[in-house]
């Protein structure tokens, strides 16, 4: 007897076939010679297909657990698991690799599951350094998302397990009337198993690259969580982790904490918010409660005109009711600000606050949202909120909107001589081709981009505008100098027609988070050349001009 069974051919054939299937590999090599010779066709096959099957792994489901409003994402993978599987669910993110049949092994009992737990963890003990080997890696199925993990088994041996597992059901009847050339065909696959195909190094790239956001995402927003939870926000640290981008589930209480619109200590907030909400609706019964007679009908039918046109492409920007509350705001502020008064282009930048502060109260698609179903108290919240941080706004770059607009005009000159020192052959085409700055960034100044590039883009860019000192001014300019240049090739070969139409419509319907960000390092890095020096913008130099 050993391990239960005894050794030879007699008592082979008198086990049923479920007492057959737990002999190990060793113990089929300990039978006597011969015999598995005595065995019939049946039994033979019985116990040599138990020896060439491979063992099947319990681990298939890999659990990523992620803080905030990220759910979790099950990342399925078949029986096998390489480094590069086990790497993705623990490795990279942190997370467990969980048995979807048993979460809570006892590793102390010796059962399957405990051992298989026991081996896992030694696996992983074993092979700790080796997971960022890319060699080792399993591809994406090119039939799946991008969330689910394939195992190296190949399709063949898929189907040959298959294969094997029917002829396992089938009864000791059914498999001696079995044709020989069903056992030699079956032989023959599990013998010569076929090549392991592998995908695309882009695809494994790109799989990686998305799980590396989702960890970015992680880190990012427990950073924000920390921050926010202070008793006194340390601005200057809440400013350096929102250049970056800030998460969207906390975008609108950080957006109003930069603009100066809730204070930084935390007890009193929630005192401020009520206090400004309910000024706002004074602001609002006073200017509209007296009836159409006390209102200023030319401001609001100019109003009325621009709301209309805006993000015209997005349903929500449609809605009567949302285009009812920003007339409000832009009359209200129109009327408190009577040096600038409404001036076109202002309509554009009251919409991210506005498309911000409604995205934290409303799950989904905020831009196909059903506004009947939000709250009146919310909108009238949203709608206050968004001329408070409006008019913050408005205050840093008011001579923008003044007569005459002079803060646009002088923008517009050190846009052309920061081109013309950043890219001289660019600035020299425009010129020789009669094109003025003034015919198409005035409205990169007057709208700050809006009508450029898209809302969701514009929104990760304000992120980076909030957290710069003067961004919505100073840093913009460079911005605007870095969008142009980007365009340099292009322009280059095209004569004043083209020049205007293409720099009307720009193409950058199809542009990524990853643009912005590129256009920002950009930025950034021209101020940082230019912005303390103003000389290499003026041409100038101080020393010519001082006495000898």
Same mark, same amino acid.
């Given at each position: 007897?050993?391990?239960?069974?005894?050794?030879?051919?007699?008592?082979?054939?008198?086990?049923?076939?479920?007492?057959?299937?737990?002999?190990?590999?060793?113990?089929?090599?300990?039978?006597?010679?011969?015999?598995?010779?005595?065995?019939?066709?049946?039994?033979?096959?019985?116990?040599?297909?138990?020896?060439?099957?491979?063992?099947?792994?319990?681990?298939?489901?890999?659990?990523?657990?992620?803080?905030?409003?990220?759910?979790?994402?099950?990342?399925?993978?078949?029986?096998?698991?390489?480094?590069?599987?086990?790497?993705?669910?623990?490795?990279?993110?942190?997370?467990?690799?969980?048995?979807?049949?048993?979460?809570?092994?006892?590793?102390?009992?010796?059962?399957?599951?405990?051992?298989?737990?026991?081996?896992?963890?030694?696996?992983?003990?074993?092979?700790?350094?080796?997971?960022?080997?890319?060699?080792?890696?399993?591809?994406?199925?090119?039939?799946?998302?991008?969330?689910?993990?394939?195992?190296?088994?190949?399709?063949?041996?898929?189907?040959?397990?298959? @294969?094997?597992?029917?002829?396992? +059901?089938?009864?000791?009847? *059914?498999?001696? =009337?079995?044709? %020989?050339? &069903?056992?030699?065909? !079956?032989?023959?696959?599990?013998?010569?198993?076929?090549?392991?195909?592998?995908?695309?190094?882009?695809?494994?790239?790109?799989?990686?690259?998305?799980?590396?956001?989702?960890?970015?995402?992680?880190?990012?927003?427990? @950073?924000?969580?920390?921050?926010? +939870?202070?008793?006194?926000? *340390?601005?200057? =640290?809440?400013? %350096?982790? &929102?250049?970056?981008? !800030?998460?969207?589930?906390?975008?609108?209480?950080?957006?109003?904490?930069?603009?100066?619109?809730?204070?930084?200590?935390?007890?009193?907030?929630?005192?401020?918010?009520?206090?400004?909400?309910?000024?706002?609706?004074?602001?609002?019964?006073?200017?509209?409660?007296?009836?159409?007679?006390?209102?200023?009908?030319?401001?609001?039918?100019?109003?009325?005109?621009?709301?209309?046109?805006?993000?015209?492409?997005?349903?929500?920007?449609?809605?009567?009711?949302?285009?009812?509350?920003?007339?409000?705001?832009?009359?209200?502020?129109?009327?408190?600000?009577?040096?600038?008064?409404?001036?076109?282009?202002?309509?554009?930048?009251?919409?991210?606050?506005?498309?911000?502060?409604?995205?934290?109260?409303?799950?989904?698609?905020?831009?196909?949202?059903?506004?009947?179903?939000?709250?009146?108290?919310?909108?009238?919240?949203?709608?206050?909120?968004?001329?408070?941080?409006?008019?913050?706004?408005?205050?840093?770059?008011?001579?923008?909107?003044?007569?005459?607009?002079?803060?646009?005009?002088?923008?517009?000159?050190?846009?052309?001589?920061?081109?013309?020192?950043?890219?001289?052959?660019?600035?020299?085409?425009?010129?020789?081709?009669?094109?003025?700055?003034?015919?198409?960034?005035?409205?990169?100044?007057?709208?700050?981009?809006?009508?450029?590039?898209?809302?969701?883009?514009?929104?990760?860019?304000?992120?980076?505008?909030?957290?710069?000192?003067?961004?919505?001014?100073?840093?913009?300019?460079?911005?605007?100098?870095?969008?142009?240049?980007?365009?340099?090739?292009?322009?280059?070969?095209?004569?004043?027609?083209?020049?205007?139409?293409?720099?009307?419509?720009?193409?950058?319907?199809?542009?990524?988070?990853?643009?912005?960000?590129?256009?920002?390092?950009?930025?950034?890095?021209?101020?940082?050349?230019?912005?303390?020096?103003?000389?290499?913008?003026?041409?100038?130099?101080?020393?010519?001009?001082?006495?000898?």
């Amino acid at each position: 007897m050993f391990g239960g069974f005894t050794l030879d051919s007699k008592s082979v054939r008198e086990e049923s076939p479920a007492q057959l299937s737990n002999i190990s590999s060793t113990q089929i090599a300990e039978l006597p010679s011969g015999s598995l010779a005595s065995l019939s066709e049946k039994e033979s096959y019985n116990l040599t297909h138990r020896k060439s099957v491979k063992p099947r792994r319990p681990w298939t489901l890999h659990a990523v657990s992620l803080p905030g409003r990220i759910t979790i994402e099950i990342l399925e993978s078949e029986n096998n698991l390489s480094h590069f599987g086990i790497g993705l669910a623990t490795g990279i993110l942190g997370a467990r690799v969980s048995n979807p049949n048993n979460d809570t092994v006892n590793k102390s009992k010796n059962t399957p599951q405990s051992r298989s737990f026991r081996r896992f963890e030694k696996f992983l003990a074993d092979t700790a350094g080796d997971w960022d080997e890319i060699t080792d890696a399993e591809r994406l199925s090119p039939s799946n998302s991008s969330n689910k993990l394939y195992s190296s088994q190949s399709n063949a041996d898929i189907e040959t397990e298959k @294969k094997s597992e029917i002829v396992n +059901e089938k009864s000791p009847e *059914d498999i001696e =009337n079995m044709p %020989k050339k &069903s056992f030699e065909a !079956i032989h023959a696959s599990n013998s010569n198993p076929t090549p392991v195909s592998h995908k695309k190094p882009d695809e494994e790239a790109k799989m990686m690259g998305e799980i590396a956001k989702l960890n970015t995402m992680s880190i990012r927003y427990t @950073k924000f969580k920390a921050l926010l +939870e202070l008793p006194m926000i *340390d601005l200057d =640290n809440l400013k %350096k982790s &929102s250049w970056s981008g !800030i998460p969207e589930e906390i975008r609108g209480t950080v957006w109003k904490l930069l603009m100066g619109y809730l204070p930084l200590n935390s007890d009193r907030r929630e005192a401020t918010l009520q206090r400004k909400r309910k000024e706002y609706e004074e602001f609002v019964a006073q200017s509209f409660g007296r009836g159409k007679a006390a209102l200023d009908e030319a401001l609001l039918h100019q109003i009325h005109i621009d709301v209309k046109r805006t993000n015209a492409n997005i349903p929500l920007y449609q809605n009567l009711v949302i285009r009812e509350a920003l007339e409000r705001i832009l009359y209200c502020w129109a009327i408190r600000h009577p040096a600038s008064g409404y001036v076109q282009g202002i309509n554009d930048l009251v919409v991210p606050f506005f498309h911000v502060f409604l995205s934290s109260g409303v799950t989904g698609n905020i831009e196909t949202c059903d506004v009947e179903k939000i709250s009146k108290d919310m909108l009238s919240n949203v709608e206050a909120d968004c001329f408070w941080c409006l008019t913050k706004l408005l205050d840093g770059i008011q001579d923008n909107y003044t007569f005459a607009q002079p803060g646009i005009q002088r923008q517009i000159g050190r846009l052309k001589e920061l081109t013309n020192r950043i890219d001289a052959p660019l600035y020299a085409h425009l010129t020789a081709q009669g094109v003025d700055f003034i015919q198409f960034a005035f409205r990169w100044m007057n709208c700050l981009l809006m009508r450029e590039i898209s809302l969701k883009n514009m929104i990760r860019l304000w992120d980076t505008y909030q957290a710069e000192n003067d961004g919505f001014s100073d840093f913009h300019l460079y911005v605007c100098a870095a969008f142009l240049v980007k365009w340099s090739d292009k322009l280059k070969k095209m004569e004043f027609q083209d020049i205007m139409m293409f720099l009307q419509s720009l193409p950058t319907s199809g542009w990524e988070e990853k643009d912005i960000e590129m256009l920002l390092a950009e930025a950034f890095m021209l101020k940082e050349l230019f912005h303390n020096s103003p000389s290499h913008l003026s041409g100038t130099n101080p020393s010519a001009t001082s006495p000898s």
